[in-house]
């Protein structure tokens, strides 16, 4: 059975950094692109960064560029989202998602979901 368990989350001021993972297991890692999207109260889930199975291509949403890092390493079947300069607005519950052919940005390309983690930025 497929799991992907987010942790990492927490309280931030703003300025702050935070470092999330993704741990999988029951699924060939290597062979999935992983995305990081996000969800605000009231609003619809958007997509945050994704990388490819080699970890050679990597997507940003504009918003996050230049502040958060996305990298994976395939013997830990894990995926990380370094995240730097925390604003208030990256206040979401964050989860990671593993699709088996691209770094995609739409969430419906997915396969598989973790149940997310909750960042809170304060300002």
């Known amino acids: 059975q497929v799991q992907l368990v987010e942790s990492g989350g927490g309280l931030v001021q703003a300025g702050g950094s935070l470092r999330l993972s993704c741990a999988t297991s029951?699924?060939?890692?290597?062979?999935?692109?992983m995305g990081w999207f996000r969800q605000a109260p009231g609003k619809e889930r958007e997509f945050v960064s994704a990388i490819s199975r080699s970890g050679g291509i990597t997507n940003y949403a504009d918003s996050v560029k230049g502040r958060f890092t996305i990298s994976r390493d395939n013997a830990k079947n894990t995926v990380y989202l370094q995240m730097n300069i925390l604003k208030p607005e990256d206040t979401a519950v964050y989860y990671c998602?593993?699709?088996?052919?691209?770094?995609?940005?739409?969430?419906?390309?997915?396969?598989?979901w973790g149940q997310g983690t909750q960042v809170t930025v304060s300002s």
């Open positions: 998602a593993a699709d088996l052919a691209a770094p995609y940005e739409s969430s419906s390309k997915y396969d598989y």
């Open positions: 029951g699924l060939t890692f290597s062979r999935y692109a």
